[in-house]
Antibody, heavy 121, light 108 residues
């Protein structure tokens, strides 16, 4: 069974840092691109960042570029998101999600349960 | 950057009725790169449709997707009680993802 379990969320002051983790199991982690997607309270989904299977390709949303860093450790089946210079508008539930590049097209086919990040003084 | 617009914002229907949700892109999207998700309160999103019209694993056949270019549609043929939720379209371009603002399907 595919499982994605996020951790590391919490309350942090503006300007602070936090590191999120996503532990993967039930599939060959090193074969898939992984993504972080966030959802502010009561709002829609916002893609944050993606990393290819071998970490060769990394992309960020403009809203987090220069402040967030995505990484992965295939030996540990883990995905990470280092968040620096946090702002109130970064408050959200952060989901990790697997990107499946199927023959018919890509989709985020498995999601974790999410971890809440609250940026507040 | 491609912007996705979804309509209506809220769709009020009764169980058994047909739901038609629209997703419009600001510029042409490859059909292969358009997906739909369902999200219920307190839950993570669930992939319903990828490649504009292919159902994800385990998705009932009352869900169908169609469209091309800039106009895409998610249709739920007969609403079941568990289908009342928020639905998001999403496009994948230049290795970046963009989500629409969502359509809430609620009980009339």
């Amino acid at each position: 069974e595919v499982q994605l379990v996020e951790s590391g969320g919490g309350l942090v002051k503006p300007g602070g840092s936090l590191r999120l983790s996503c532990a993967a199991s039930g599939f060959t982690f090193s074969s898939y691109s992984m993504n972080w997607v966030r959802q502010a309270p009561g709002k829609g989904l916002e893609w944050v960042s993606s990393i290819s299977s071998s970490s060769s390709y990394i992309y960020y949303a403009d809203s987090v570029k220069g402040r967030f860093t995505i990484s992965r450790d295939n030996a540990k089946n883990s995905l990470y998101l280092q968040m620096n210079s946090l702002r109130a508008e970064d408050t959200a539930v952060y989901y990790c999600a697997r990107l499946d590049i199927a023959a018919a097209g890509p989709g985020l086919d498995y999601w974790g349960q999410g971890t809440l990040v609250t940026v507040s003084s | 950057e491609i912007v996705l617009t979804q309509s209506p914002g809220t769709l009020s229907l009764s169980p058994g009725e047909r739901a038609t949700l629209s997703c419009r892109a600001s510029q042409s999207v490859s059909s292969s790169y358009l997906a739909w998700y369902q999200q219920k309160p307190g839950q993570a999103p669930r992939l319903l449709i990828y490649g504009a019209s292919s159902r994800a694993t385990g998705i009932p056949d009352r869900f169908s997707g169609s469209g091309s270019g800039t106009d895409f549609t998610l249709t739920i043929s007969r609403l079941e009680p568990e289908d009342f939720a928020v639905y998001y379209c999403q496009q994948y371009g230049s290795s970046r993802l963009t989500f629409g603002p969502g359509t809430k399907v609620d009980i009339k």
